[in-house]
């Protein structure tokens, strides 16, 4: 036999005992990587102590997310949404407020109510002003704190008087829920109009009285200029899920 011919038998032999190449597997699916970064939620100054506890369960799910609170009148936090403050997320105290935002295109698609709330007579421990309901706030000789029109606790609390028949007697108007308990805490009122959910929130320092008050919605939004609009839709959707509903419920926030 040629030489050439026993180096062909000798390949093709090595050939057939080889072993061979495995078909290479597909690759898995390899999960998305968790949300990171930072997201500023400008909320209404009555969302304080609920939200916070919202954002430390949802750093459970998302602990790579810095939430970052910007709380205040919703009034003043959608004046300052309008003028460019950085802001990922606007949860409001009133479908008002919000509208100056959507009025001016700034959120993300349309908003969506999470919750609801009741106006409710705050006094100090004991009642020291005597304060038995509403009709009080009629009384020059009591001292009152309201909070100011422009903000949606003011805004409800103008409308009930209005609805009532009664003319309150305000020694001042706050821009905000906590500054109204505020004043009542320290005694520098006799009583203020905030929400049930603020009486709750201030412990044993401040006690509630019933009215009889209409539910003032929440509606909660992506802003359109956010910088991290993932981990914003993240947290808009954790408030709107099962465990951040039960927040809100036991806060004594009622449904949307």
């Known amino acids: 036999m ?103 295109a700034l959120t993300d698609g349309d908003p969506v109510d999470f919750a609801s709330n009741v106006l409710e007579i705050a006094v100090a421990k004991g009642n020291p002003g005597g304060i038995v309901g509403l009709d009080d706030f009629a009384n020059p000789d009591k001292t009152i704190a309201l909070c100011a029109v422009e903000v949606p606790c003011g805004a409800a609390s103008a409308k009930l008087f209005e609805t009532a028949g009664i003319t309150p007697s305000v020694d001042t108007y706050e821009q905000d829920v906590k500054a109204v308990l505020t004043k009542v805490e320290f005694g520098e009122v006799d009583a203020g109009l905030v929400y049930v959910t603020d009486v709750l929130d201030a412990g044993d320092a401040i006690e509630g009285i019933e009215i009889d008050s209409a539910p003032v919605k929440y509606p909660i939004a992506t802003l359109a200029a956010s910088t991290n609009k993932e981990a914003a839709d993240a947290f808009v959707a954790f408030v709107l899920s099962d465990k951040g509903q039960s927040i809100l419920k036991a806060a004594g926030f009622g449904t949307p």
């Open 2 to 104: 040629k030489k050439s011919a026993l180096i062909l038998v000798a390949v093709l032999a090595l050939a057939g005992c080889s072993t061979p190449v495995p078909t290479p597997t597909p690759t898995e699916t390899v999960a998305a990587d968790s949300l990171t970064g930072t997201i500023n939620v400008f909320a209404a100054a009555s969302l304080t102590g609920s939200f916070q506890e919202i954002a430390d369960a949802f750093a459970e799910e998302d602990p790579d997310v810095e939430v970052v609170f910007n709380f205040g009148g919703s009034s003043g936090l959608a004046t300052q949404i309008v003028e460019a403050a950085p802001a990922d997320v606007f949860a409001a105290a009133s479908p008002a407020t919000m509208k100056t935002v959507t009025d001016a």
